[in-house]
C-alpha cells in the first residue's frame, strides 16, 4: 500500500477504506507508484499553465486539487471560499471531540503551501456574500478566466420533514443549525438554543450525526470544555436541563444508519445509562449476520456500560416510528411529538420496505433536533451556464466521474439526451448527494482529478481554447474596496489568533463565530 495514499488520511478513515474494499487503495497505490515513475503529465500546451478555479475549501476541494496538482505540473488552482476561513465541513461539521478526524487539516496545508495554488477566502460565487466585507463573483466571471471549473461547494441546506407545525413552533432545530451553532459556523452563531424548558429531547433520524447531537447533549460538559467547542455552546450545555434523548427512526436496528464507532461511545459516556432495544425487531440468528451489521447488533443487545441505579442522564434509539406532527405550549414552544409506527415489509433486509400501520403515540420533547439529511443547491448562474442541476437529489448532473452533464445541442423534443459540458466538473456531496465520511470523500474526489487529468493528457476541449489568467484576470471584477478578499497568509493570522484564544482557557483553539471577527484577526499588525 502506498505511504503517500496513507498520509492522506488519518488512522480513522484509512481503516474504513481498507475494511470496506482493500482493492481500492492497492489500485490507488499502483496509479501513485506509476505516478513517482514518471511524475508529471505533459501535454501539447507547451508551458501554458492549466488554469484550475475549485469553488469550495472542504475536503473535496482540497482533496481534487490535490489529485491534479500532484499529476499535472502546469496545474495553478485558485481555490474560493465564501468565508474567510477554510476547510468547511472538517472545521464546522467535525463533532469537536473528534479531533483525530480533523488531521486531514495537516494535509490540506501541504497543498496549500504549493506556489501553484491560491486561496481566495471571503469570496463567494454567484451567491451573494451575505456576511460582513464579504465578496461576490458572478459565476460566467470564474468561467471566462479559468480553463476549468470544479463545483466541491458542499450542501448547505437541510432536508425538512414536511409535518405540520416543523416551521411554526418554537425549539425544532435542524442538525446542520445545531452542529454549525456548537462548532463556530458565523451563520448560525446566534441560534441560541434553548435546552432549559424540560428534560427530553427528540433527534429525528439515526444517522452519526444524530449520534453526535445525542453525545453533546449527554456527554460531561467538563469533558468537552477540552476540545474546540466554542465557549458559548459550553455555556449553554452547562445550563442544559436535558437528561433523556430519544433518537428516532423510521426503520429498523437492521437498517440504521449509523457507525459501530458512533454507537460505542454513547454506550461508554460515565452515568449515562441506554435503554435496552426492543429485542422482537432483531433476527433470531445474529451470528449469521455478516461481520460489520452483527457486531453493531451485539453492542446493541449488551448495552451501555452503566446502570440506570448509577446513571443521572439516559438515551434510547427508538425504531419504527414516523413523525406525523408537533404540538406545542400555549406560548408556541414545542412541547411533544407525535409518531406512527411503522411496519417493516423484511425486518432482516437492511434495505427493507416501510409502511405505517395506524398507531400513534406522543413523546414529550421540549426540544427537537431534525437529523434527516442535508441538501445541496445549484448556484446562481447554472441554468445561464448550461449546467443541469437535479433539484430532487439535490446534486450536479455528471457522468458519475465528476464530469458535469448539459442538454445536448441536439435534443429532440422531450428528449433528455445529455452530454459533458467541457471544462466543468464537481466533487463531493454536490456530486454524489451528502453521504460518507472524509474517506470516502477523498476517494470521490480522486475519481474527479483523475477526470480531468485524462480529459488534459487528451486534450479535450476545456472553457477557453485562448490564454487564461485565472485570480489575476478575475480579480478586476472585485471592489475590493467594499470587501476584503483573504489570502492564505491572511487565514494563517487568524489561526494563529484562534490557538492564542484557545490557549487562555485551556484547549487547542477557541474559534472565532463572526466574520468580523475573522476578518479584523486577518490584518497584520
Not at 490507488?28 to 513517482?36: K, N
Amino acid at each position: 500500500m502506498s505511504s503517500l495514499v496513507k498520509s492522506w488520511l488519518c488512522s480513522a478513515c484509512l481503516h474504513k477504506v481498507v475494511r470496506r474494499d482493500p482493492s481500492r487503495l492497492t489500485h490507488s497505490s499502483s496509479t501513485m507508484s506509476r505516478g513517482r515513475r514518471r511524475p508529471y503529465t505533459t501535454t501539447s500546451k507547451g508551458d501554458q499553465p492549466f488554469r484550475l478555479a475549485v469553488i469550495g475549501s472542504g475536503p473535496a476541494g482540497f482533496y481534487t486539487a490535490y489529485r491534479v496538482m500532484s499529476q499535472t505540473q502546469q496545474t495553478k488552482v485558485d481555490m474560493f471560499e465564501a468565508l474567510p476561513v477554510p476547510f468547511g465541513l472538517v472545521r464546522f461539521g467535525v463533532a469537536p471531540d473528534h479531533p483525530e478526524v480533523k488531521n486531514c487539516q495537516d494535509k490540506f496545508e501541504e497543498v496549500a503551501s504549493s506556489p501553484n495554488f491560491t486561496f481566495i477566502g471571503n469570496v463567494a460565487v454567484g451567491n451573494p456574500g451575505d456576511h460582513f466585507q464579504g465578496c461576490t463573483v458572478p459565476l460566467a466571471s470564474v468561467m471566462r478566466h479559468y480553463d476549468a471549473v470544479v463545483f466541491a461547494y458542499g450542501a448547505s441546506k437541510d432536508k425538512k420533514l414536511g409535518i405540520p407545525n416543523e416551521s411554526e413552533l418554537g425549539g425544532i432545530y435542524s442538525a446542520r443549525e445545531f452542529v454549525g451553532w456548537y462548532n463556530g459556523l458565523p451563520e448560525y452563531a446566534d441560534l441560541a438554543p434553548d435546552l432549559t424548558r424540560g428534560d427530553e429531547a427528540v433527534i429525528i433520524g439515526q444517522g452519526n450525526v444524530a449520534l453526535d447531537i445525542a453525545r453533546m447533549m449527554l456527554e460531561n460538559v467538563d469533558v468537552l470544555r477540552k476540545s474546540d467547542i466554542t465557549e458559548s455552546a459550553i455555556e449553554t450545555l452547562s445550563k442544559s436541563r436535558i437528561k433523556r434523548v430519544h433518537i428516532v427512526g423510521r426503520r429498523g436496528p437492521m437498517q440504521a444508519a449509523f457507525t459501530i464507532k458512533e454507537a460505542r461511545e454513547l454506550m461508554k459516556l460515565r452515568a449515562v445509562w441506554y435503554h435496552p432495544i426492543d429485542m422482537t425487531l432483531l433476527q433470531d440468528e445474529i451470528s449469521k449476520l455478516p461481520r460489520a451489521r452483527r457486531r453493531l447488533m451485539e453492542l446493541l443487545i449488551k448495552g451501555s456500560t452503566s446502570r440506570p441505579e448509577h446513571s443521572t442522564k439516559s438515551w434510547s434509539l427508538d425504531f419504527c416510528l414516523s413523525p406525523t406532527g408537533f404540538a406545542g405550549t400555549p406560548d408556541g414552544w414545542v412541547q411533544s411529538t407525535t409518531f406512527e409506527r411503522t411496519v417493516l415489509s423484511s425486518p432482516s433486509d437492511p434495505a427493507s420496505g416501510v409502511q405505517t400501520c395506524g398507531e400513534t403515540l406522543q413523546i414529550p420533547s421540549s426540544v427537537v433536533f431534525r437529523s434527516v439529511g442535508y441538501k445541496s443547491v445549484a448556484l446562481p448562474g447554472f441554468a445561464e451556464a448550461g449546467i443541469l442541476f437535479d433539484d430532487r437529489k439535490g446534486v450536479v448532473r455528471n457522468d458519475g466521474f465528476g464530469r458535469v452533464l448539459q442538454k445536448s445541442p441536439h435534443n429532440a423534443e422531450g428528449c433528455d439526451e445529455t452530454t459533458v459540458l467541457p471544462g466543468v466538473y464537481c466533487a463531493g456531496w454536490v456530486k454524489r448527494g451528502p453521504t460518507g465520511a472524509i474517506a470516502s470523500t477523498m476517494e470521490d474526489a480522486f475519481s474527479t482529478g483523475d477526470a480531468i487529468v485524462a480529459d488534459w493528457i487528451a486534450e479535450a476541449p476545456f472553457l477557453n481554447s485562448e490564454a487564461c489568467h485565472g485570480w489575476a484576470g478575475l480579480r478586476a471584477e472585485v471592489d475590493e474596496d467594499k470587501c476584503q478578499v483573504i489570502r492564505w497568509e491572511d487565514w494563517k493570522r487568524i489561526d494563529s489568533a484562534e490557538r492564542a484564544r484557545g490557549t487562555l482557557v485551556g484547549k487547542e483553539r477557541e474559534k472565532f463565530t463572526s466574520t468580523r471577527e475573522m476578518l479584523a484577526a486577518s490584518i497584520e499588525t
